[in-house]
């Protein structure tokens, strides 16, 4: 039986929905999810579960291409991490300018202004945003200590998960206002079940376990790596596990100091700083850090490891057919469309506009606004990366003689992606495609 609804105003001031509807009886907000072009109709909670594992997908193919890069695994995460730790400070400086109306945001008490609850509540926010489960267990204004119950990003391996604690902690010692022991004695990225986040102040707890005698990091001691134990004990295990946020099944999220986000103003916050903050870790390395050997091999490697990343996402028979099956294609459509479909989930689970300009049997060509797929023109590098994934994805999920090429189109601030076949391979001659020789393929 159809659902009964009726007319609602649009939730201040976000909301993802383009319907403005109800539900009657609980009074939730009906939200627009993902179509394809088969009708197929996917929920909120699939979209944005789509996006978080799309990033997660995207972290995997650059962490893995920085092994490569960057084979000792202490100076690759010492970079990282200072990297990500010099953008928090500046951020979060007071020169910056961040911290007035982030109390104003986050409703902090006066007197809780340099209570350890003004980092807490950030990071909350910002996991629950990323939904990543969890919750603030405990918290003082000399301690928190912060649960977390599932994580998308896991996959990404270690290297997400210490960039997250060597980086991000940076944004705690700003909100802090005093010197802080930040810790993660757990965690899901190093097999864990339970992951915990921890910080305590200086003040009350003194020298950090983990810096050296001047209670300093240095090469021996490094701040990403600042496992516990913590100063005083955790909560004891197990903990009730979230398989989802709640602002999923409630339509919002509160803070402890009572600050509400919509469930669409969360969405609308993980799209426009879309989730694969570790990859502008990387590509910020490239650009200022790497030698010019680094940069050489990191322009050899992305293409050929990213495109197989792309491959491997659909090489399986029964997770080709799955995906098919979930976008409703039809069983006699085997060419560009199919991929098509899949790049058109991938904008719309950023709430990027696009649009179909051809959906034909021998080409497909998707345009999509340019500014809102490359966070606002800072990292275009990301728009090559995309393109080699869907060049792999294309080969498993429709057929290896099809390519996926790219198109910037400044002047009109747009980016498309055109789904055809081209003859690739070192073969000299290609008469069945009226191509006598290789480099006029190329051409």
Known sequence: MARKVKEATK?????????????????MRLYRGMGTPWGAIKGFQETYDFTSRLGAAFCVATMHTMRIVIPDYDRLQTLLSDNWGRTMDYIWSPAAGQIEPFEDRFDIPPFLKNGQIRAAVYADKGDTMNMISGKIWYTTNDRFEKEIHRCDYDIAGPEACDLSLGGGC????????CPLNA???????????YCVAIQETKRKYGKHPNTNENDEFDETHREWA?????????????????????????????????????AGELYQDNVNGFAIAYAYNAIDLYRSVFSAEEKKLWDLVTPSLFEACGKFEFVDFNTRKATRDWMNVPGDVEDGRVMGAWISLCFQSRNVDCTFKKFEEDETIIEGDLIQWDMLGMYPELNGLYKHIFNGNVKTLVGAQWTVDMEEDFENKKIRYIIHKVPIGARKQKPHLGIDNFEDAQN
């Open 11 to 27: 939730c201040y001031p976000y909301n993802v929905s383009d319907v403005n509807l109800r539900d009657a009886d609980s009074n």
């Open 183 to 193: 810790m993660d004695p757990e965690r899901i990225g190093n097999g864990d079940d």
């Open 226 to 262: 600042v496992y516990g134990p913590a100063a005083a004990e955790t909560r004891k295990k197990p903990w009730p596990k979230k398989p989802y946020p709640e602002f999923i099944d409630t339509g919002y999220f509160e803070s402890p100091t009572g600050a509400r986000w919509t």
């Open 170 to 177: 940076h944004f705690c010692y700003g909100l802090a206002g």
